[in-house]
DNA sequence: CCGGCCACCTGCGGGC
DNA sequence: TGCCCGCAGGTGGCCG
């Protein structure tokens, strides 16, 4: 589910019920993710209270006097804020209960997800040490990018995709940002322009900016009460819309698997 | 360092 | 109905 769209409205949901409040009571359900949750949480968390709460890649960071926990959602995960008395889901594997009454839920049925015990040096952990420059940082820019990109013989969709290069660039919106810059998402990284660098990384901000602004909305199982669809998945020009005409040309959309992800693009604007 | 591939796990929709 | 297949938002790790 979440790209760095939908961590971002998580993390803005969910940070004004706990910021200030402490921990009363962990519950873990399950906890084989795809690292084990500590055993050691529950005494460590006990009566610390939440000082901050931010995000770094997809990582949500909810740091304590003690240390730093980190929250990764994965493929399929949800993190809320909740009243008491919700019905816990087969898959609910983690409560954070505090003070206030305010009952943080995670949820996540693939288990790709993360709750993992960062210390107190969390950006020196294995998790965050090797990331990237934030996409919407004024230090990820055309420069930056071409730069990074010279003698590398992999697909650009790929290239952008690498954390280690820039973070929060999913599968949805690697697809969205090559068809605003008119790339195709097989192009050799090493085989651009910078100019058309420039283009890229414009316009990774802007479909990121744009989403968020939209609320974080990118999912099919994001639907509303009413059951209306995601509003941002309305606006998606490529993603999921093989067989279907491009916006600008009226090319039938293409999709092809490019480093085992799906990958859409029209044949006749990107190159 | 780089590229390619695999793994982890559950749920859902389509075809037969 | 029910089974099987392919597909799905991420990313660390391993191998050559």
Redesign the pocket.
Known sequence: ????P?VETTLRGIRPHLIDQSVKAVVVRQR?L?VPVSRGLKSKLKDQVVRDIERR???LLFHFDCGTLAI?????GRLRVISASVPID??DHVDLLFNNGAQLRFRD????GLVVWLGKRPLTS??LA??GPEPLSDNFNGDYLYS?AA?????VK??I????IV??V???YASEALHHAHIHPAR???RISRHRYDDLCVAIKRVLARAIDAGGT?????VSADGVP?FF?QQLAV?GREGSPCGLCSTLIR?R?I????SFFCSQCQH
């Open positions: 589910m979440p790209e760095l939908e084989q795809r890649a997809k990582y990764h959602l994965g493929m399929s087969k898959h049925p693939r288990r790709f294995r998790w090797h990331l990074r003698n590398r013989r992999g697909a790929n290239f995709m690498d954390g280690r973070v929060g999913g599968n949805i050799g990284a090493g990118t999912l099919r199982d994001y995601g998945e993603y999709r698997v480093g085992q992800r799906s």
